[in-house]
């Protein structure tokens, strides 16, 4: 079965960054694009940003300039680094394949950007 975990949330100020890592269980990774998704309470999940088998990548225009995604394939890792955070970034975030979220959302990573 395959698992998503996502990790390296947390408490920050606004301007701080964080480094989130989502591991991978199996052996399909390297041939799906990725994407790493947010849900702030009360809202729908959303695409923030995404990197194709190739290393494209594409981000949501509230992001652009300051996530950062990249992926290890040898690891099994997708990375978002997260800089000039902003409190309206605060959300819980969770990684799946892209466009089409193929397996089960794990538990995701809560992200707060607060003073």
């Known amino acids: 079965q395959v698992q998503l975990v996502e990790s390296g949330g947390g408490l920050v100020q606004p301007g701080g960054s964080l480094r989130l890592s989502c591991a991978a269980s199996?052996?399909?990774?390297?041939?799906?694009?990725m994407g790493w998704y947010r849900q702030a309470p009360g809202k729908q999940r959303e695409l923030v940003a995404a990197?194709?088998?190739?290393?494209?990548?594409n981000y949501a225009d509230s992001v652009k300039g300051r996530l950062t995604i990249s992926r290890d394939n040898a690891k099994n890792t997708v990375y978002l680094q997260m800089n000039s955070l902003k409190p309206e970034d605060t959300a819980v975030y969770y990684c799946n394949t892209n466009p089409v979220a193929r397996y089960s959302w794990g538990q995701g990573t809560q992200v707060t950007v607060s003073s």
């Open positions: 990197i194709s088998t190739g290393g494209s990548t």
């Open positions: 199996g052996r399909w990774f390297s041939i799906y694009a």
